[in-house]
């Protein structure tokens, strides 16, 4: 692999800036090139979060979705287009590594973690060496922002996806002591529908943009909104042994 850059996939953390590592910050000073994920039309998360660090003449790489909610999960054209978009993706960031230069992917959270890093990850993994930078991950800063802790003693903590069915997210949801939702948005009604008919509702919290400025944090009895946002996590707090 001599003369091929090398690729970092480094890990943000849940959102305040200093949450981030020692490494994922001298990294990002470091680079030159900068790649991030973002919905068309936005910055992007991972991009606010790392810009108060990035060097004024970094070249940026943004990595547009084309689909976000356009088309549901269970049509076969979701994967035909999010596959060639992440082909698309590796196709831009070979040239720069192909002429020996360093790309740094900044991530959400933390990369190995329901993160979009790892579908360059697999697909670069035989062309360039990759260094993965692990981070706290947003779950984390979510549970410590209800200042709770989320498990005790033997709980069984599940993390779900807001865009998993109804039923599956019931089934799961009355198995677990401890419970993390994320990916909600537009799911938000199918998930409250959900927590209801596993009598957890009255125990959830939502938290918006954990350790983030605009920070929200309530009782989900309290939240009143039709949707959530994309970067909202539902919580339910395990009840294990406490000696
Ligand atoms: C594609 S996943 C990425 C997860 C990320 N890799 C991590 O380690 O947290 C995106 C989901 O993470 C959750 N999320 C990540 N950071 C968050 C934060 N600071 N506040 C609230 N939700 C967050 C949201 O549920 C969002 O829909």
Redo the contacts with the bound molecule.
Sequence with gaps: MKNIGQLHGV?LG??ATDLMSVRADRLIRGAKHIAFFRKMGSKG?AWTIASPLLSRDVNEIALEYPVTTEIKLTDPRYNEVLSEFYANCCNRLKEYLGNGEDVVVL???????????MHLHSRLANFARIQVVP????????WTATGQPITWGDDVLTVLM?TMPKEELVYQMNKTDALV?????KNYQKVKAALKEANLFNRAWS??????EN?KVLKLSDYLSEEM?????ILVHGTGRRP
């Design positions: 890990g849940p959102g998360h991530c959400e959270g933390d990369p190995f973690f329901y993160g979009s890093f981070a706290t991950t947003g779950m984390s800063g979510a807001g939702i994320m990916k909600i948005g938290v918006h943009y954990a350790t983030m920070q946002p994309y970067f909202g996590i």
